[in-house]
């Protein structure tokens, strides 16, 4: 196989895939691709990380929740005259189908 020199190394790492690697065991042994001694603690330490995240992540999504429920029952601060103010009623048995009306208050 040639060397392909006009592409970062990197790239043509993804572009050609390969399971010859060659490996420096100098200082530790490479385990072989799927020793059945590692993968249940792989699976492991793998699950209980997403475990964890989705957990966390479900607890902050309550929390944002019970803070936004808290929020509409506190009406930031708007007292009852204001919000009195702001509620309309119209009748709406006296405007045509398709005419617009504009009302002011």
């Known amino acids: ?5 006009d592409v970062p190394t990197t790239v043509a790492a993804v572009k050609n895939p390969t399971s010859k690697i060659v490996y420096d065991e100098y200082n530790h042994k490479r385990f072989p691709p799927g020793d059945p001694s590692k993968r ?9 990380g997403m475990f964890v995240l989705s957990m966390s992540a479900s607890r ?3 929390a944002l929740a ?4 808290n929020l509409s029952s506190i009406e930031l601060g ?3 005259d204001i919000l009195a103010l702001a509620s309309l009623e119209v009748n709406l048995s006296s405007i045509e189908l ?3 009306v504009t009302v002011k208050w």
């Open 1 to 5: 196989m040639g060397k392909i020199l």
């Open 40 to 48: 249940a603690f792989a699976y492991f330490v793998l699950f209980g």
């Open 60 to 62: 902050d999504i309550l």
């Open 66 to 69: 019970s803070f936004e429920v």
């Open 78 to 80: 708007s007292t009852g």
């Open 98 to 100: 398709g005419s617009t």
